[in-house]
């Protein structure tokens, strides 16, 4: 399990975004979804700067769809999350989970008291 990549907050939304959209892992769906879950707005820049980050720890990887939409006439980016990526999501689930552990109650005052 890679033990020398820590992604952010940002990074593992992004990838669990690219997990909930499966085959229609595309930048624009994957804003929306992004938006939508996170309920924050997302910039363009920010996501495609966040998506060349991820490929270049080996986090995800891309394809060209085949066909080029009409859209414009430029072919869309597919994305897909690595095994590494997996991988790294677990390892950094496991580490949040272990940190939440015995918060709860702490957690449940802090919002009754708000």
Do not use: C
Request: hydrophobic share 40%; net charge positive.
């Amino acid at each position: 399990m890679p033990t020398n990549v820590i992604i952010g907050e940002f990074e593992q939304l992004v990838l669990l975004g690219l997990l909930r959209l499966g085959d229609t892992a595309y930048a624009l769906p994957l804003r929306k979804e992004l938006s939508r879950l996170a309920q924050r707005s997302i910039s363009r820049g920010a996501l495609y700067r966040t998506l060349d980050r991820l490929e270049q720890k080996g986090l995800l990887e891309w394809e060209l769809e085949r066909e080029i939409p009409k859209r414009g006439g430029h072919p869309r980016r597919r994305f897909r999350v690595t095994r590494r990526g997996l991988l790294t999501l677990a390892a950094s689930r496991k580490v949040l989970l272990e940190m939440w552990s015995g918060l709860e109650k702490t957690l449940d005052e802090t919002v009754q008291t708000s």
